[in-house]
């Protein structure tokens, strides 16, 4: 996500009609066959490494895909954070540490599906670089020595585009295009024009390659337009989530069997929305580093559009830096799935993604609507539902703290104010139909017979980015003192709703005067 995002380390399902009952036969027909998985991938995304000491994570979840014995690890880019030789040593060198000569523990040929990011092409130019010139980073940075850099960690030639084989299926491995001719930090960058992408002539050579009958991959760092994660899809307007527009969607929707893979937004694997279908089949690869990203304006979230907003929000980030999230895709020959996994706690994130195959290696059916269509899911969705006994707390705190000035984290500990902190338990699908994925809380104030609206605010749970069995903390909310009437009674009513907007119904505290 371009600027915010470059500084950023040191600043279920639906099936439709027939669908449901076609997927669980096919599904039932592999389990009573017997039939294992074709092909087995470890998939990651935006592991960051910076140095061998800030690679643990990613190393442990090459340890996780070794014992699951894979047949190829996806790593959609951001392998590293500021362009420099000595971080794609470090990712080498963990990569062999797990890997010897490409190899899992048993022996086994593993496949290094490997493609470059924003921060791995641009992000010389990035201030947090701290490159005061051009020639300055010129040795040391990987913009300059793509190809020679490549070729001496990772024993491949580097382009544009690779096309690789695994198992007989075919990866289409997108490298990043750099947009230094937009960019203008610092002065770094000017006079380089954008490159562009060969996607039509790459898909045109390949051909008949990619209708042979059975899946195709495509992969590369940033989102695709309008497609996974794309909250205005459902409800609400558009926003800078990482997406950029291109010729590739448009491409891509001429093949049904396509999976398209990407990171850079560094969304969580517990939004629902992180798999996403229409002409073809994209999924979010979510962040391996621990540095998640949320849609914005929620009071504890972490979102670009919300860095250096007036005010601040109440309420510090939600610990988003335990996010360490990865999938496990399995290939059958009736269907695909995603096991989809987080590293800090070793746990399953929620039920697996199933997507059927049909003929021609379609993921996508020819009549209908797809499975993980956003729209469908949305409407089939049921609401999350407090328990009975739920109650909603409401405490004044004298001494109450914004997040600092920036909205990247922390809290403004010189400017202390009054603060009202409401208190709710979480949802999740014990004793629910839906796990909660935010909460709108609402005071209102009311004289007589007339109730008024003083503001609205959105939260997470703080640990909705976790598997549901340590969502358990008590959620809140803090609204700044001043803002609640004190001629008046009030309350805080707390409304849940699932990923998709879908609201349940909502409980409330009690009518009174706070001050």
């Not at 500021?82 to 540490?97: D, G, L, P």
Request: glycine share 8%.
């Amino acid at each position: 996500m371009s600027v915010s995002r470059r500084g950023f380390l040191g600043t279920s399902a639906l099936a439709v009609g027939g669908m449901i009952s076609g997927c669980a036969l096919a599904e039932t027909a592999s389990a009573r066959q017997g039939v294992g998985p074709r092909l087995r991938v470890g998939i990651l995304s935006d592991i960051h490494v910076t140095a061998i000491g800030n690679a643990e994570w990613f190393e442990k979840a090459l340890r996780h895909f070794d014992a699951a014995k894979v047949d190829a690890v996806l790593i959609t880019g951001d392998l590293t954070t500021w362009n420099k030789k000595k971080e794609f040593e470090a990712v080498a060198a963990t990569w062999f540490k797990v890997f010897p000569g490409d190899r899992r523990s048993d022996g086994v040929h593993v496949e290094r599906l490997f493609l470059t990011g924003n921060h791995d092409v641009d992000g010389w130019a990035y201030g947090g670089a701290k490159f005061k010139s051009r020639a300055e980073a010129e040795p040391e940075s990987f913009f300059f020595h793509r190809e020679g850099f490549w070729r001496e960690l990772f024993h491949e030639e580097y382009k544009p585009i690779v096309v690789k084989e695994v198992k007989g299926y075919t990866f289409i491995l997108r490298n990043w295009m750099s947009i230094l001719g937009r960019e203008h930090q610092d002065g770094l960058a000017k006079g380089f024009s954008d490159e562009k992408t060969p996607i039509k002539s790459v898909l045109a050579e390949l051909g008949d390659r990619l209708r042979a009958g059975k899946p195709f991959f495509y992969a590369q760092h940033e989102q695709l337009d309008d497609t996974v994660n794309a909250t205005w899809l459902v409800k609400g307007a558009k926003w800078g989530n990482g997406q950029i527009a291109s010729v590739t969607r448009d491409c891509l929707s001429a093949y049904p069997n396509c999976i398209a893979f990407s990171g850079h937004s560094h969304n969580s694997l517990t939004d629902e929305r992180s798999i996403w279908q229409g002409g073809f089949t994209a999924v979010n690869c979510s962040c391996a580093r621990g540095y998640a990203f949320t849609p914005p304006g929620r009071e504890n979230g972490f979102s670009c559009p919300d860095f250096n907003r007036t005010p601040p929000f109440e309420m510090d980030k939600f610990d988003n830096q335990s996010v360490r999230q990865g999938l496990v895709m399995e290939v059958f020959d009736d269907k695909i799935t995603f096991q989809r996994r987080e590293f800090t706690y070793d746990q399953v994130l929620g039920e697996d993604w199933v997507l059927p195959i049909f003929a021609g290696g379609a993921l996508v059916p020819v009549n209908g609507t797809p499975k993980y269509d956003f729209k469908a899911r949305a409407a089939a969705a049921q609401a999350p539902v407090f328990a009975k006994d739920a109650k909603v707390g409401v405490e004044r705190i004298e001494k109450g703290y914004r997040r600092t000035a920036t909205g990247t984290g922390g809290l403004d500990k010189k400017n202390p104010h009054p603060q009202y902190k409401v208190t709710f338990p979480p949802i999740t699908r014990v004793g629910s139909p839906s796990r909660a994925f935010e909460f709108k809380v609402t005071c209102e104030a009311r004289t007589a017979d007339d109730v008024k609206v003083i503001e609205t605010r959105s939260v997470f749970s703080p640990n909705a980015y976790q598997a549901e069995s340590r969502d358990t903390s008590m959620c809140w909310c803090n609204f700044p003192a001043d803002h609640i009437p004190n001629t008046e009674e009030t309350r805080f009513v707390v409304t849940p709703l699932d990923c998709w907007g879908n609201a349940g119904k909502p409980i409330a505290s009690t009518w009174k005067r706070l001050r």
